[in-house]
């Protein structure tokens, strides 16, 4: 019965409509979490959710985005308390795609491109492990852009 699964609200900010497809699959094959995925093609989009009142578990960021990148969207999501849940919790941060090394410092784990299901899942895992804190997690994951 899957709304007896644990929930992770994921925002997936990513143009490529290719990847972005490739990561609700990978999503998708997670069966043993409910993880109820938007997404936003830019970090523009990614604030429009969020003015919504849409809270995220985690925030999937690509760093090439049009307008604002994501390294400048992630600074956000560290510094505005509008990110954070009723709960007081930050959303997790993850950081795809080809990210340049200096924007990686604050990175716990790298992904390489296409995303894929363990790599995915061990990720998951760990970030739930994290969630009683308020530590924000970024991931990279570096490979094609």
Not at 44 to 60: K, T
Not at 66 to 95: N, T, Y
Request: proline share 6%; hydrophobic share 45%.
């Amino acid at each position: 019965m899957r709304n007896a699964l644990p929930v992770v609200n994921v925002l997936l900010v990513e143009d490529d409509t290719i990847d972005a497809h490739a990561f609700r699959r990978a999503f998708a094959q997670i069966h043993d979490l409910d993880c109820r995925i938007q997404y936003a093609s830019s970090a523009e989009e990614a604030i429009d959710w969020r003015d919504s009142g849409f809270h995220p578990d985690l925030v999937v960021l690509d760093e090439r985005l049009p307008g604002m990148q994501g390294s400048q969207l992630a600074r956000e999501i560290r510094e505005d308390p509008a990110w954070m849940a009723p709960d007081r919790r930050r959303p997790l941060v993850w950081r795809c795609s080809g990210t340049p090394l200096e924007a990686t410092f604050d990175a716990d784990a790298v992904l390489e491109k296409p995303v894929n299901v363990p790599s995915l899942r061990q990720a998951l895992y760990a970030a739930r492990l994290l969630r009683g804190t308020s530590a924000i997690v970024m991931m990279a994951l570096a490979g094609a852009t």
